[in-house]
């Protein structure tokens, strides 16, 4: 099992920057890619970022290329998402996930998922 727990959501307006974090616990931490996805009221949940396990691939939806950053510390299990020049469509919860070694942007090959942190930008 694999524990993830996101923080760092909040609110802020357009054009201003969150620092999301996830903590992870449990299983091996370099056995798993990690990725965010969120989720807006009616929409379906959808793919933002994924970082390999060493770091060295790392894919953006085009939604979000050139406005986030993955990263993640091997050292203290921890996975972060920089969102900088936000828009009120980023308005989601946003869930930090786990696969055990593989690197996709598809939710299904994700084993495991935190509960989900709420970022709301205002216009």
């Known amino acids: 099992q694999v524990q993830l727990v996101e923080s760092g959501g909040g609110l802020v307006q357009a054009g201003g920057s969150l620092r999301l974090s996830c903590a992870a616990s449990?299983?091996?931490?370099?056995?798993?890619?990690m990725a965010w996805f969120r989720q807006a009221p009616g929409k379906e949940r959808e793919f933002v970022a994924q970082i390999s396990w060493s770091g060295s691939y790392i894919l953006y939806a085009d939604s979000v290329k050139g406005r986030f950053i993955i990263s993640r510390d091997n050292a203290k299990n921890m996975v972060y998402l920089q969102m900088n020049s936000l828009k009120p469509e980023d308005t989601a919860v946003y869930f930090c996930a786990a696969s055990y070694g593989i690197s996709s942007s598809y939710d299904h090959e994700y084993d495991y998922w935190g509960q989900g942190t709420q970022v709301t930008v205002s216009s």
């Open positions: 449990g299983r091996t931490f370099t056995n798993y890619a």
